[in-house]
């Protein structure tokens, strides 16, 4: 398995779609709940195979310089996920997504994994600028974006489509000479 070593709790990892479909699968199943409110795929996410076909097609995206979607690992188990979505070439830009299984929460996890892939993201990359967009009312996402270091750039309104309706949303970015001030 290839991974980055963040800690000695905390790792991120490249699927394997044959082995980490069921375990995150259940973990999606466990968390859809909190999870549906704030993500758009998760009720189209309905069986392992599912879930097996997009770690697939990540790993796909992740071979053509696309995106980097990793597994979070804690105590060698996984508890999420967490990715660069697209690289825009024109701006040096990314953005980071995640998620996380709601009974892994306070445990300073998604916090940690966010600056491993700034570290990823500025020293690897070579990326300027990192993005995370968060609807505004979900205070959890917004909150990683925060303690994180992040500026709140502004809001955008009806910016994210979720079950319930459109939401607006933060932007929130750090740049690269910002991050190397830390």
């Known amino acids: 398995m290839f991974t980055y070593q963040i800690d000695d709790?905390?790792?991120?990892?490249?699927?394997?779609?044959?082995?980490?479909?069921q375990p995150l699968f259940e973990l999606v199943e466990e968390s859809r709940?909190?999870?549906?409110?704030?993500?758009?795929w998760v009720?189209?996410?309905k069986s392992v195979a599912d879930e097996e076909k997009f770690l697939t097609t990540v790993l796909e995206?992740?071979?053509?310089?696309?995106?980097?979607?990793?597994?979070?690992?804690?105590?060698?188990?996984?508890?999420?996920m967490i990715s660069f979505n697209r690289f825009l070439q024109m701006?040096?830009?990314?953005?980071?997504?995640?998620?996380?299984?709601?009974?892994?929460s306070g445990n300073n996890i998604m916090h940690r994994a966010v600056l491993a892939m700034c570290h990823l993201g500025f020293a690897d990359y070579a990326?300027?600028?990192?993005?995370?967009?968060?609807a505004t009312d979900n205070p959890r996402s917004n909150h990683v974006a925060q303690k994180a270091g992040?500026?709140?750039?502004?809001?955008?309104r009806a910016s994210e489509l979720?079950?319930?309706?459109f939401h607006d949303g933060n932007v929130w970015t750090m740049l690269k000479d910002e991050w190397n001030k830390e």
């Open 127 to 134: 990326v300027n600028k990192i993005e995370i967009h968060a």
């Open 61 to 80: 995206h992740f071979g053509n310089s696309t995106s980097v979607n990793l597994i979070i690992r804690y105590h060698d188990q996984p508890v999420g």
């Open 150 to 156: 992040f500026h709140l750039d502004g809001t955008i």
């Open 43 to 45: 009720p189209e996410m």
């Open 9 to 21: 709790e905390l790792s991120l990892a490249l699927p394997r779609p044959q082995i980490d479909a």
């Open 162 to 165: 979720l079950a319930d309706g």
């Open 91 to 104: 701006d040096q830009s990314t953005e980071i997504g995640y998620w996380l299984a709601t009974k892994f």
């Open 33 to 40: 709940p909190d999870l549906a409110t704030w993500l758009p």
